[in-house]
Every structure is written in structure tokens, then in C-alpha cells.
């Protein structure tokens, strides 16, 4: 199985600040990586999927790059609305596994 | 506007059973690929069980042999069958819909609000 491990745990920022999550494979998940965002009580919510492409809707302050076994979503500016519990995800093997969440918490 | 509302949860005993299902609308449901996520209270989010609009199935290795997975095109609905339920089944369990990307692999795009499946005796 290919395991993500996601750093930080947690990250605290600022309203205006730019947010660095990071996602690491213990196997090559090529380009197929999706990231979500997750609030309290709500389902996920898609904001990239094939590494780098930006799901319908998503503002362009969310952006994500990598390939093989390093993953990174970028917040450029966050807003207050961006603070939340965010999970990436491979899809190109089953079982297809998340992180286990980097939490974004108002500093 | 894609919809996807589960139903079927509760509180069900070890060794029980209990189906789920999916309502789905908005998109035609006969073209698409669908799945099953759970997530533990708290806990982070976990794939179960995919069923492509061929009818090609996989699940998760703790589900196999005990959960199963289908879907009614006509009736725009996906279920999952979940026996011999155990403590660690309990999650909130979200019906999501799949679509491909450029190099042909599905993705997770839609979710729908989830329904509690508690096991406990």
C-alpha cells in the first residue's frame, strides 16, 4: 500500500500569509494526487486533483505541484475561509490512500 | 447541480448488518464512476469500495469479503451491503462520485454530506 505521510501536522498562519502543506508517497504515485479541504461537519471538498490542476471554482490562490513521492499545495493569501483540515490523496493504485491530514489553524 | 444523498446508517450490534444507499441526481449516473469513503469520528478519511459505470469493482483490504458494493442505473443509486460490522466499522460513510483525469484514472470530485454508521452493542 502506498502510505502518504503529510507535514506539518499542523500549521499556524495568518490571514494574508502563504500556507505550504506538504505530502510525501512511500511508493511513486506519478501525477495522480489530489488534494481536499475539509471544515468542521462538512464532507470534503476537491480543490486539485492530477497533482496541479485546479478543480472547478477553486480560487487561484490554491495551487499544487509535484510528481512521484513529493506533493505540495500552496495558499498563496489565506483567507479567513481557507482555515480548515486538509487531506491529499493518491489515485493511481488501490488501496487508494489519503494523508492523514495537515490541520490549518488561525495563529 | 450534482447531488449525492446517502441514507442507511444507524446504530447497529457487532456482527450485524446494514445497508447504505446513494441517491444520486444532477448527472447521468450510468456514466460515471462511483465509491464509498468513511471516516471515523475524528479521524481521517479512508477509501472503502469503487465501482466503475463498467461494473469493475475493488474495496479496501478491511472490507473485502465483508462489504459489497453495486449500483442501480435505472434507479441512480449506489448501495453498499455491509456485513459482519465490527467496532472499527463506525464512520460517517460518504457516497462520492469519480471522474477521470487526463491520463485516464479516477479521482474523487463530488462528495455527498454522508450518513453515521455506528457499531456498538
Known amino acids: 500500500e502506498n502510505v502518504l505521510t503529510q507535514s506539518p501536522d499542523t500549521l499556524s498562519l495568518s490571514p494574508g500569509e502563504r500556507a505550504t502543506l506538504s505530502c510525501r508517497a512511500s511508493q511513486s504515485a506519478s501525477s495522480y494526487l489530489a488534494w481536499y479541504q475539509q471544515k468542521p461537519g462538512q464532507a470534503p471538498r476537491l480543490l486539485i486533483y492530477?497533482?496541479?490542476s485546479r478543480a472547478t471554482g477553486i480560487p487561484d490562490r490554491f495551487s499544487g505541484s509535484g510528481s512521484g513521492t513529493d506533493f505540495t499545495l500552496t495558499i498563496s493569501r489565506l483567507e479567513p475561509e481557507d482555515f480548515a483540515v486538509y487531506y491529499c490523496?493518491?489515485?493511481?493504485?488501490?488501496?487508494?490512500?489519503f494523508g492523514q491530514g495537515t490541520k490549518l489553524e488561525i495563529k | 447541480e450534482v447531488q449525492l444523498v446517502e441514507s442507511g446508517g444507524g446504530l447497529v450490534k457487532p456482527g450485524g448488518s446494514l445497508r447504505l444507499s446513494c441517491a444520486a441526481s444532477?448527472?447521468?449516473?450510468?456514466?460515471?464512476?462511483m465509491s464509498w469513503v468513511r471516516q471515523a469520528p475524528g479521524k481521517g478519511l479512508e477509501w472503502v469500495s469503487s465501482m466503475s459505470s463498467g461494473s469493475y469493482i475493488e474495496y479496501a483490504s478491511s472490507v473485502k469479503g465483508r462489504f459489497t458494493i453495486s449500483r442501480d442505473n435505472a434507479k441512480n443509486s449506489l448501495y453498499l451491503q455491509m456485513n459482519g460490522l465490527r467496532a472499527e466499522d463506525t464512520a460517517v460513510y460518504y457516497c462520492?462520485?469519480?471522474?477521470?483525469?487526463?491520463?485516464?484514472?479516477?479521482?474523487?470530485?463530488?462528495w455527498g454530506q454522508g450518513t453515521l454508521v455506528t457499531v456498538s452493542s
Open positions: 492530477d497533482s496541479s
Open positions: 490523496q493518491q489515485y493511481g493504485t488501490p488501496p487508494y490512500t
Open positions: 444532477g448527472f447521468t449516473f450510468t456514466y460515471y464512476s
Open positions: 462520492a462520485r469519480e471522474s477521470l483525469d487526463s491520463s485516464g484514472h479516477y479521482y474523487v470530485n463530488y
